[in-house]
């Protein structure tokens, strides 16, 4: 996958929480190597924070909640 943060020229639909990405504003767009023509919009910071940035359509363990053998 292949990542670069730009400037939105059109709306878009962040595929981590599901709001509006709007013309103008910086946004993350990840591009599948394989796949070209499959391409994702993230916030560069969600609004509200419910979503983990990560790999698209997947979601991370947040840190928090690893227990560790001591």
Known sequence: MSERILVARHRHICDLCHHRIEAGERCRLIRDDFWPEQVWFEHLRC????????????????????????
């Open 47 to 70: 609004p509200g924070e419910a979503a983990v940035a990560g790999t698209p359509g997947k979601t991370s363990i947040p840190p928090s909640s690893i227990t560790t053998a001591h």
